[in-house]
């Protein structure tokens, strides 16, 4: 098995979420690579309404493998702007590219200096011993 990626861009929560600054206050939301790995095969994943508001640490969907079925966190609070429909019929990309086409939902974030306070690369990897 190849080793897994974590772009050096993104920032990533203990609950193994990345989030990518897309400008303006929105975040890109997905799993990372070490998630997605630890999950198996992803075989349905149930992600917020755009409009919904979501609040740091609470759970605001799942993600279901043939293995298990994981609570997916908000990282930030804020309310959902787009949710990746892509997904409802391929929700396979979460594995096949899970920091491309594989990301979760977008979100308008309440507070944008809430996003400094999230792991850098460096200290995500450490997480994962």
């Not at 919904?52 to 969907?61: E, L, N, Q, R, Y």
């Not at 298990?68 to 949710?83: C, K, M, N, Q, R």
Request: hydrophobic share 40%.
């Amino acid at each position: 098995m190849s080793e897994l990626e974590y772009p050096a861009d993104l920032r990533y929560t203990t609950d193994h979420e990345w989030v990518a600054d897309k400008g303006d206050g929105v975040v890109r939301v997905g799993i990372t690579a070490y998630a997605q790995d630890a999950l198996g095969d992803v075989v349905y994943v149930s992600l917020p309404a755009a409009g919904d508001s979501v609040t740091a640490g609470d759970s605001c969907g799942e993600v279901e493998s043939t293995k298990s079925v994981s609570d997916l966190y908000s990282p930030l609070t804020g309310e959902i702007v787009t949710v990746n429909e892509a997904l409802d019929a391929s929700p396979e990309l979460v594995n096949s590219d899970p920091y491309g086409e594989g990301w979760m939902y977008e979100l308008k974030v309440a507070d944008a200096a809430a996003l400094e306070a999230l792991l850098d690369v460096a200290a995500y990897q450490a997480t994962l011993g």
